[in-house]
């Protein structure tokens, strides 16, 4: 049980776009979910917290207009990079609050 | 500021011995303790948690707490080549915050 997907698993985007990922609670009604950054050989660094039906909190240092994050619903929270550049290739995974796993991860690499 | 610190390693084991990582922390009123496995390219994989002093042993891994010495350590024992990767520490401070170590990366060599 508690299992989180992320969609898509990988994802290579030209510079300037946006890009959109999924983070879905599959067995149970997610109220909040954590959405986290993770460069080679570096540690999990919390970008955000997402609160369904409220706006998110975003840790120090984040662009909220950049990572725009949407919870509309128990089950679902997105994560969009807008204008993509380069710097933001890296592997994006999300959680749940209070389920101890992670979602498998968004590789996304941007050219 | 709340730090969770490991040795980055890489920490080069025998197969079959024993690997020991450690962990310590700087949040004294932190709550629990959590050892994820991550392999390259994947989502870290939670192996244990902890939250009273002590030992815990879950088959091939034990996990040990010192709270006065704001510690946490992992024991795998029988080392298997399959057990290379990279060992992730979280801490659940006093505001409930999970906050990560930088990892260590074990390296079991046949």
């Known amino acids: 049980g508690a299992v989180v997907s992320q969609h898509p698993s990988w994802v290579i985007c030209k510079s300037g776009t946006s890009v959109k990922i999924e983070c879905r609670s599959l067995d149970f009604q997610a109220t909040t979910m954590f959405w986290y950054r993770q460069f080679p050989k570096q540690s999990l660094m919390l970008m955000a917290t997402s609160n369904e039906g409220s706006k998110a909190t975003y840790e120090q240092g984040v662009e909220k207009d950049k990572f725009l994050i949407n919870h509309a619903s128990l089950t679902l929270s997105t994560l969009t990079v807008t204008s993509a550049h380069p710097e933001d290739s890296s592997f994006y995974i999300c959680?749940?609050?209070?389920?101890?796993?992670f979602g498998p991860g968004t590789r996304l690499t941007v050219t | 500021q709340k730090e969770v610190e490991q040795n980055s390693g890489p920490l080069s084991v025998p197969e079959g011995a024993i690997a020991s990582l450690n962990c310590t922390y700087s949040?004294?009123?932190?709550?629990?303790f959590f050892w994820y496995r991550q392999y390259s390219g994947k989502s870290p994989e939670l192996i244990m948690f902890?939250?009273s002093n002590g030992d815990k042993e879950d088959g091939r891994f034990t996990a040990q707490l010192n709270k006065a010495s704001q510690y946490v350590s992992l024991l795998i024992r029988d080392s298997q080549p399959s057990d290379s990767a990279t060992y992730l520490c979280?801490?659940?401070?006093?505001?409930?915050?999970?906050?990560w170590g930088a990892g260590t990366k074990l390296i079991i060599k046949p």
């Open positions: 979280a801490v659940k401070d006093s505001n409930y915050q999970l906050i």
């Open positions: 949040d004294r009123g932190s709550q629990s």
């Open positions: 902890i939250y």
């Open positions: 959680s749940a609050k209070g389920q101890p796993h």
